[in-house]
């Protein structure tokens, strides 16, 4: 861990001496994707519940600064707060529902929530609607923290992560993270030693929806700029992609596949308009022969679970 | 076409147990073909059948290679590889169509061919392949060769479906998503694997859609001052089929007509 760390952390003295400032923010979106990558293995690693929605999050955790500072709330603070507890609330409601099914309907239940939101944010004419809205100003801090510095932005998007990777290690280890995953492999034992799967699966929802509207909110201030798109289906896909790529039920896991998935993104973009065709069948390659994720072809089993 | 759309995924599904988000691409793919066979051949006859039997093709070559070895792993695999195959093809169709939206001419004769889809033996099928699927394959009716041909036959359905689209809306790369969360909310309304369900599914929710998009703006107004009522109004007719939904599942997690065995 220390050296992932390490290394994200020379990124950006490295970019300026390459004179290419570029990277900073590439990596900056990843790690941000990383974290939400990282609240949907909460999910769907550990949980073992196949949600198709989580994208969802990430639009509620961004229109939730967006809305604010439309308003002339700029207080990160609050934005932020609001960002997490809107998608705390929302991971709730469609938690409540979807977690009542399981397997395909669980998978399409919580794809048509996201789906629904999505038509939500489209149908929102005062705040952009179809073509989303400019971010009128980053979050402020109250002159802790400068988000318009690439730096102060890029250290706080690492330290955060940093945070949710230790967060995320002490939850899976500890009597929650063993119930939902007992859940996960045996549902009827879990609930046969006498817990109850659902309250916990749910209070595991919530987290990871509320964690990714952190993403969110984080996502808004990087891009400046929000879209009904956060929160398109293809965009959950893609958060979902990062998990398995990387290898899902780890903590590194989701992180690498973010970096990977973006990174190859970035590069073939540039490469091809049509990037797409190569990234669809390296997608079905993946699962097809690296089940395990890129965390699944290294050697030995040190690394797993952080 | 709901309905046709959901019939090919709730088989494919019901009987191969295969979750499916190309589907949406067959249905695409069937799209383009049928405009493209239309105007090579001035013949709407003529374009039917080809487009069908090349999305039969295409769904065949499909499962030959890449979801054969897919049966076997869970729902998470099948969706997330057939999510590449999405990616896949809306780039093939941007690169050898473009990008931009195409038309079709709306044929003379337009109908007539709407209901011969769902009249095959399915539940005989069903039963047979599902319940006693290891013992079929021990009397030597090749499995393997029967899920190809479900499956091919599943995708010239979505074909059938995005021929009959082509006049009706824009043919255009992602055309085949829009319409597959639609149906996905059919097929969990009427039940997973359940023709009947699906039938039942894709009135309910085309006429939710319908009412909802012609009728919810004039009710609320009669509630509410006209202007919120413009907001609202849209807003909620987009969402109303998931509100829907969420409700049949919240009572009945099995959808309205669970598919039996």
Sequence with gaps: MAVGVLALALVPPAAAALNQPFYVDLFRRMMIFALAALSLDLVLGYGGMVSFGHAAYLGIGAYAVGILAFYGVDNGFLQWSAAIAASAVAALVIGAISIRTSGVSFIMITLAFAQMLYYLGISLETYGGDNGMPLRTRSQFAGLIDLRNPYAFYYLVLALLVLFLVLGHRLVNARFGMVIRAAKSNEPRARAIGFSPFRYKLVAFVLAGGACGLAGALLANQTEYLTPEFMHWTRSGEIMFMVILGGMGTLFGPVVGAIVLLGLEDVLSALTEHWQIILGPFLVLVVLFAKRGLFGLLPGEVLRDG | ?261
């Design chain 2, 1 to 261: 076409m709901l309905f046709l759309m959901a019939a090919g995924l709730t088989l494919v599904f019901g009987i191969m147990n295969l979750v499916n988000l190309a589907h949406g691409s067959f249905y695409m793919v069937g799209a383009y073909l049928a405009t493209t066979f239309f105007s090579w051949t001035g013949s709407f006859v003529a374009a039917v059948v080809l487009s069908l039997l090349t999305t039969l093709a295409v769904g065949v070559l499909v499962e030959l290679i890449a979801l054969r070895t897919l049966y076997e792993r869970d729902h998470l695999d099948q969706v997330l590889a057939t999510f590449g195959l999405i990616l896949f093809f809306n780039e093939l169709v941007a690169i050898l169509w473009g990008r931009a939206a195409i038309y079709t001419a709306t044929p003379a004769a337009f109908a007539g061919y709407i209901e011969l889809a769902p009249r095959l033996r399915y539940p005989t099928y069903r039963a047979a392949v599902i319940l006693v699927g290891l013992a079929v394959a021990a009397l030597g009716v090749n499995i393997r060769l029967l899920y190809t041909v479900v499956f091919g036959f599943g995708a010239a359905l979505a074909g059938l479906a995005g021929l009959m689209a082509g006049p009706i809306y824009a043919v255009q790369p992602g055309m085949g998503e829009q319409i597959l969360i639609q149906v996905f909310v059919v097929i969990v309304i009427g039940g997973i694997g359940s023709i009947r369900g699906a039938l039942v599914g894709a009135i309910l929710v085309g006429m939710v859609d319908t009412l909802g998009r012609a009728f919810l703006r004039p009710l609320l107004s009669t509630m509410v001052s006209p202007n919120a009522a413009d907001a609202a109004g849209p807003a909620l007719a987009s969402i109303l089929i998931y509100v829907l939904m969420a409700a049949v599942l919240f009572f009945r997690p099995q959808g309205l007509f669970p598919a039996r065995g």
